[in-house]
């Protein structure tokens, strides 16, 4: 059993920069892909980026892509998504997710955190 707890959310302005971290914890963290993923009111959960276990692996939403980057320190069980440059519609709560397959396949997600929201005023 894995354990996600994401953190790092708040209200911030159009333009700024927000780390989200995700700590994991009893589990062999370093052996899952990570993904983060983002809902915002009255729509679907949507994929925002993912990483392979190794790091070596990085891919992102075609609506994040070079704003956003993902990253991973297996040492300290923890998946991070660098934000910058953020807009209004990157408002969602934030929800980082383990798994065995690639984090865009639907089967993705044997373990979600409790999600952070993220607030971005104009």
Same mark, same amino acid.
């Given at each position: 059993q894995v354990r996600l707890v994401e953190s790092g959310g708040g209200l911030?302005?159009?333009?700024?920069? @927000? @780390?989200?971290s995700c700590a994991a914890s009893g589990g062999t963290f370093s052996t899952y892909t990570m993904g983060w993923f983002r809902q915002a009111p009255g729509k679907e959960r949507e994929f925002v980026a993912g990483i392979s276990w190794n790091r070596y692996n990085t891919y992102y939403a075609d609506s994040v892509k070079g704003r956003f980057t993902i990253s991973r320190d297996n040492a300290k069980n923890t998946v991070y998504l660098q934000m910058n440059n953020l807009k209004s519609e990157d408002t969602a709560v934030y929800?980082?997710?383990?798994? @065995?397959v690639h984090a865009q396949n639907v089967g993705f997600g044997d373990y979600w955190g409790q999600g952070t929201q993220v607030t971005v005023s104009s």
């Open positions: 911030v302005q159009a333009g700024d920069s @927000r @780390r989200l929800y980082c997710g383990a798994g @065995r």
